[in-house]
């Protein structure tokens, strides 16, 4: 792993021995609907945090500030998740505000954060990481096979979360681009996107397999529009009460995602992802 790049793993590790549990009910939020006391109630029961006694009186106050945002913007997006949030806080000296997370796909489920409480709340908020993180917990975990979808699926997410919350400073088509362009070369081959992103992970060239990966979802958000007048947060927001907590692999995932909008688009999508030659479905340059 290269210190420019964030590792965001999916593994099964024990959580830690011992941690602080605390309910996440503090502070307000930043837009008119969070500033109610309704809805801060609500949220609070959405997620829990733990590892607080690791930090200082300000520095719990400023964690709980950015969590609670984090939550907040991405159930603005993606909406309210079945299940509630286990989140995890560790200290980490870095020269950014969270060096590393990862999401854990045991019985509980749960994101892992580490991080640099010297950096202000303003540097947390703008930081694509929890929305990374927080993303993968919108659909199930698809097995190390379809880590490339996964992975694909949170990039393209954080973006979209930042967006739609005010959050990102470019638009989305340059942000998108941004990424996305740098790795297109590597997909023009006669392997599948599915083989290609695969292989990039097992090199451990995480970026170009994420962001080769997150095409999928811009090809899909591309057809929802057209055909259904419907964007891919729209779905996923349907998505969170009509089988978030029973699919059980990427093929039923994406098998609920098209009973939502009654067509195969997404069966039809993974099936070129992993049949087709790459080169016949990415693009020369990023559009």
Known sequence: ?????????????LAASFVSTVQANHGQASSPQQSSAPYRKQLAHQFRIHGLNRFSGPQKELLRE????GVGYTRNTLGVYPRRLELYVYPRPSNQPVPWAHTRRDAQESIHFYVDTRFDLTDFINDWTIYHELAHLSIPYVG????????????YMQYQIMAQNKVLKDSLKQAYNTKIAPHLSLFDVIDTPANVASKLMDNRNFPAA?????????????QLR????????????????????????????VRSWDELINDTLFVDLLNRFTQDPARDIYPAHFN
């Open 1 to 13: 792993m290269t210190p420019s790049f964030k590792s965001h793993l999916v593994c099964f590790l």
């Open 66 to 69: 950015w969590l609670k945002m």
């Open 144 to 155: 190390e096979s379809y880590a490339w979808f996964s992975e694909g699926f949170a990039s």
């Open 210 to 222: 994420y962001w080769g990966g997150a095409y999928f979802f811009v090809l899909a958000e591309r």
């Open 226 to 253: 057209a055909k259904h007048q419907l964007t891919l947060v729209e779905l996923i927001a349907k998505y969170q009460t009509a089988g978030r907590l029973t699919d059980d692999s990427v093929h039923a995932l």
